[in-house]
C-alpha cells in the first residue's frame, strides 16, 4: 500500500486533495497516526450496504410505530408514510448529535456500533436516508 508522509501532504495539500477526489483515497501516516482520507462519493459506496431496520408495529389506534434497530430510536405518526419520514429525519439529528460529541460517542461500547449508520446519515439527505430504511413487522 502506498503510504504518503504527513509532511509531505502538507507541502502538496491542494495537489493531495485533487488526486484523492479524481484518482483514489489516499492514506496518510503521522507519527504514531494512520488517516484514510477519501471523498464522499467513495465514502458513500463503502456504506452503501449499510440500510436501517425498522421493525413496523400497527398500534390499536391506528397510528403505526417503527422501532429503528441499529440506533435505537422509535417513532410514532399517524400512518407509515408519515412514520417512516420522521424516523428519517430523527435519524439525520441523532448522526448530527452524534457527530457533534464524536469523541465521547464513537468510545461509548453500546454506541460504537452506530458509526457506519452515522457516518452514511450525514452524507445523505432525509429523502436518501427515507429510501434506506428497511420495514420489517415487528413481533408484540
Request: hydrophobic residues 35%; glycine residues 2%; contains cysteine.
Amino acid at each position: 500500500m502506498n503510504v504518503l508522509n504527513a509532511t509531505d501532504v502538507r507541502k502538496n495539500w491542494s495537489v493531495t486533495l485533487d488526486a484523492i477526489v479524481h484518482d483514489k483515497p489516499a492514506y496518510i501516516k503521522r507519527t504514531h497516526d494512520n488517516i484514510a482520507l477519501m471523498d464522499v462519493s467513495t465514502l458513500n459506496e463503502l456504506l452503501a450496504g449499510y440500510k436501517y431496520t425498522a421493525d413496523k408495529y400497527d398500534e390499536d389506534d391506528g397510528s403505526v410505530t417503527l422501532s429503528l434497530r441499529e440506533l435505537d430510536i422509535v417513532v410514532n405518526d399517524a400512518d407509515l408514510e408519515a412514520t417512516k419520514r420522521r424516523l428519517a429525519e430523527y435519524i439525520k439529528e441523532y448522526a448530527e448529535e452524534f457527530y457533534s460529541e464524536y469523541n465521547v460517542w464513537s468510545k461509548a461500547p453500546n454506541r460504537k456500533g452506530h458509526i457506519p449508520y452515522v457516518f452514511k446519515a450525514l452524507t445523505l439527505d432525509t429523502d436518501s436516508i427515507l429510501e434506506d430504511i428497511v420495514c420489517q413487522n415487528g413481533k408484540n
